[in-house]
């Protein structure tokens, strides 16, 4: 083994004995005592389009539903982005990287009063693997390390790979990997899309799609003094404003995605220290699908003039107070371990500062293409104003500088996903990449062939080999050198358009204790150990 191999499975061992752990969570603010009872109140911005987290990539499929679940492993809700259990209470890796090793904490119950025992667990992660017919599973290529899934006895869950992973505890941490009952899915393999069965700290409640959705307390959580809340409720509207005005008036109590820096303000002016707000970067950027397999976007001339026409830095500095999209950076976020650094950034095509020679090359681009006056395009989005179409708004304005038409089409989120992701009927959409950790894997998946997150629908053999090549990678420097190739590589054939990097504000009132935003609105939603400090 190499040296640089040992070093990982040391990192990956220690790792691993550093959170053998108990339970799910442990700290809680020792200068107060947690109250009990009281509902949550929150707002959101979107219908799911269905509530299976298995088969969705939005924050209005998850966060409306973490809560009702359990996953194997999870993000610490107070300490980004290090990995404790939930379901599992311990586990180990073997010497070579290939065999992971779970132990299911004993007497943890469904919401139905079955056990959740090793065989659900390897039923969830079957279908996440091998998605039945009929059924998707859009973080599959995750998980492309996976052999095996295997349950030995009822309390222990092994998983076997064919090649060590640099990521697979982070991608097992994922929020998105909540464990159903077996015997629902040898029922229905889509039974989740609907409805709901977990063994998470709140049961369902209640769902009226374009109102509201609710959760109440499940007595018979894993951890024995959780949930402190009696329940939440989630109040539906995608208008910004009218989310706002529930903060405001005190209907709801916070809005866990984000608020424009103008109505946060305006919020903060009326109820002064009765709301905190907390204030992250995002592990997500907003850009735009091309569909690759359609004209004239088949044409890399075509697609690189779109690229060059927009003006990333003034977007970033107009963009930022309406929407918190601020920061230019690559397929990964700016300044961290496997981004893009800026120099390199600036060679490539729609990076570089200077606007008007990029420009004067979209122009002649375009005339190269056949297009010399321009053309007309419809630009697909969600019709959740924060920050999709503001963001297009600004995208349509830029392109008008190159001769480019655009028309924005807002639609429903189900169509949108639809469009997008299922059947390909777009010519541009605003795609974001959002995820729940900053994982190159999870992260970098969608530039994949057939990948369900490649909305843009191209197929390059290199950017396959470069992304099987980093996963395999246990030398952490030539893991980096082969991810920057591979981001490279993407934005030089611009076979996908990156906008701008998000931050966010979580603006809730005070009463809403022990809540940590970390850096996306995914992680840390399970609300196991929020509590109220009145009613």
């Known amino acids: 083994m190499a040296a640089g191999s040992r070093r990982y499975h040391v990192r990956l061992i220690v790792l691993a004995l550093a959170v053998l752990v108990a339970s799910a969570v442990t700290a809680v603010n020792a200068a107060e005592t947690p109250r009990r009872g009281g509902i949550l109140l929150a707002v959101i911005g979107a219908d799911p389009p269905s509530l299976d987290p298995h088969q969705e990539s939005t924050f209005a499929t998850l966060q409306l539903v973490a809560p009702l679940y359990s996953t194997l492993l999870q993000t610490d809700p107070f300490d980004y982005p290090k990995i404790i259990g939930d379901a599992a209470s311990e586990w180990k890796i073997s010497p070579d990287g290939l065999t992971y090793t779970f132990k299911i904490r004993p007497g943890i119950k469904f919401h139905d009063g079955s056990p959740l025992t090793a065989v659900d667990v390897k039923a969830t992660y079957d279908k996440l693997l091998s998605p039945p017919a009929g059924t998707r599973s859009v973080r599959k290529n995750s998980y492309s390390a996976v052999t095996t899934v295997e349950a030995p006895d009822a ?3 092994v998983f076997k790979l064919k090649f060590p992973s ?4 982070l991608n097992l941490a994922s929020p998105w990997n909540v464990i159903y009952p077996k015997k629902y ?16 700290p709140f049961k369902f409640k209640s769902y009226t799609p374009g109102a509201s959705f609710e959760g109440e307390r499940n007595p018979d959580y894993l951890v024995k003094d959780r949930p402190y809340l009696n329940g939440y409720k989630f109040f539906i509207s995608t208008e910004t404003s009218v989310r706002a005005a529930a903060i405001r008036s005190g ?9 424009p820096n103008a109505e946060v303000e305006a919020i903060k002016k009326q109820l002064g220290d009765k709301v905190a707000i907390q204030h992250t970067p995002m592990t997500g950027q907003w850009g735009i699908a091309i569909n690759n397999n359609v004209k004239p976007f088949n044409d890399e001339r075509v697609r690189k003039a779109l690229t060059l026409g927009l003006d990333r830095y003034t977007g970033g500095k107009v963009l930022f107070n309406l929407t918190g999209l601020k920061d230019v950076g690559g397929l990964l976020r700016p300044s961290t371990e496997f981004a893009l650094s800026e120099a390199d950034l600036h060679k490539l095509p729609g990076f570089s500062p200077d606007i008007e020679k990029n420009r004067a ?9 056949g297009y010399p006056n321009g053309f007309k395009l419809i630009l697909k989005n969600r019709n959740v104003k924060l920050p999709y179409q503001d963001f297009a708004v600004f995208a349509v304005q830029e392109w008008r500088k190159i001769g480019i038409q655009a028309e ?9 996903f639809a469009d997008g992701r299922d059947t390909g ?9 959002v995820e729940a950790s900053d994982d190159p894997d999870i992260f970098l998946r969608r530039y994949t062939t057939g990948d369900p997150q490649n909305w843009g629908r191209f197929s390059d053999p290199s950017v396959d080999d470069l992304f099987s090549r980093q996963a395999r990678s246990l030398d952490p420097a030539e893991r980096r050198k082969i991810i920057l190739q591979l981001q490279k590589t993407v934005l030089e054939h611009a076979y996908y358009m990156p906008g ?11 009463k809403v204790k022990n809540y940590v935003a970390p850096p996306n609105h995914y992680a840390n939603q399970k609300l196991q150990d929020v509590w109220l400090s009145e009613d």
């Open 425 to 433: 009927n777009f010519e541009l959409i605003v795609a974001p990449t």
């Open 500 to 510: 701008l990097w998000w931050s966010r504000n979580v603006v809730h009132w005070t």
């Open 185 to 200: 899915l040898d029922k229905d393999p889509n039974y989740f899309m609907k409805n709901v069965m977990g063994s998470g």
């Open 251 to 259: 209907r709801a109590y916070i809005e866990f995605r984000d608020l």
């Open 361 to 369: 090359e979209a122009k002649k681009l375009l005339a190269e293409a």
């Open 408 to 416: 924005q089409r807002p639609e429903e989120t189900a169509a949108w």
């Open 155 to 157: 309390s222990t869950v």
């Open 166 to 169: 640099a990521s697979l505890l």
